[in-house]
């Protein structure tokens, strides 16, 4: 492909839509999203992408059945670290001064500050209980997370439900209908391919 | 319909492109851009929309060359005038601060601030030299207009070019292939009809 996108911010939407259809307790379906988010990371890197963003969880969805918290909570921790095996830069900015922020992932607040010791490494982020007032609120606290080229949505919903405003004022958005958990490489592959097409003007 | 959105953004794009099909200089689409605003605000009318703010031009915008400035400019200062004659309570954002602002236009800047005659009233708003980042940088000056429900792009682009990234973070966007003078009221109709499928989640 000619023309990769540098950034790409992930939604990864539908996990308790997932566990209804296949007769689950909603809060069941998060743990079926580890998998995917770890093959779209390697997929990233054979394409030669730099950088992922993840919609962890936000402050609102902690305002959710506790289950469901505790379980989403849980399989974000799961998620960074199993990128953090995959060789990566990692990062996670939220609100850390809230008790719905998992102590877990502290430490990887602050990694961005760190020199890189490889150009090529892909960076991934996690989104982990942001708010997109927090952000703002707070002189845009996610300023270190670079402007996204295209925000891929799993799950049929065409909407940003608050991910990074100021990053994706001109990003492309691609909706994938298929639910998260039913993730498979070829959704991204369809993805990649349809950003070829899209001509990239940054509001001139 | 059961669910009308309070409050619609509209992006009309494709105005450029329909010149070339058509054979005409890039910069003559626009006057072929009001007939469709005019319609639009009926429409919206008759539905019982409350709200429309159209993306009018942005401060980058006015980066292209002369001709198409002039002529984005001036279909502008047309569509606002024209609205004024549908019974519509108009309010006009963006830098005025810069000689690409229409002085034409200034009078409608603070219109938001006058006591209404009629709640009932379409309001209908319009981005006249708007800039995201002017936005941003003065404190949020576009915070009069309320939160959108419902972003219809013309043109075949799935994506906000920095149109009011505050008021959009739980919009749904529907995009309209068919380029901006080619509007017709089935594709708004259409819009409207898919947006009764959406669920609101508003981050929860």
């Not at 849980?74 to 609100?95: D, F, H, P, S, W």
């Not at 809230?98 to 760190?114: D, I, V």
């Not at 996690?126 to 270190?144: C, P, T, V």
């Not at 993730?183 to 001509?199: G, I, M, R, S, T």
Request: with cysteine.
């Amino acid at each position: 492909m000619k023309r990769i996108p540098e950034h790409i911010g992930i939604i990864p939407d539908g996990n308790r839509r997932w566990s209804k259809r296949n007769g689950l307790k909603k809060e069941d379906g998060y743990v079926h999203g580890l998998e995917p988010g770890l093959k779209l990371v390697k997929a990233a890197q054979n394409y030669g992408i730099k950088e992922l963003t993840y919609y962890g969880f936000t402050v609102d969805n902690c305002k959710r059945p506790k289950e469901q918290v505790t379980a989403f909570s849980k399989a974000c921790v799961r998620a960074v670290k199993m990128a953090e095996q995959e060789n990566t830069e990692l990062y996670v900015i939220g609100n850390t001064n809230s008790p719905c922020f998992p102590e877990e992932l502290l430490p990887y607040t602050s990694h961005r500050h760190k020199p890189r010791y490889n150009k090529n490494i892909l960076k991934v982020n996690f989104l982990i209980n942001y708010g997109w007032e927090w952000d703002m609120k707070n002189g845009w606290a996610s300023h270190e997370i670079p402007r996204i080229n295209l925000v891929i949505r799993w799950g049929g919903m065409c909407r940003l439900s608050g991910f990074l405003p100021i990053q994706t004022v001109y990003s492309d958005f691609y909706v994938v209908k298929e639910l998260w958990p039913d993730f498979h490489e070829k959704q991204f592959a369809d993805a990649l391919q349809w950003y070829q097409k899209q001509d990239i003007t940054l509001g001139g």
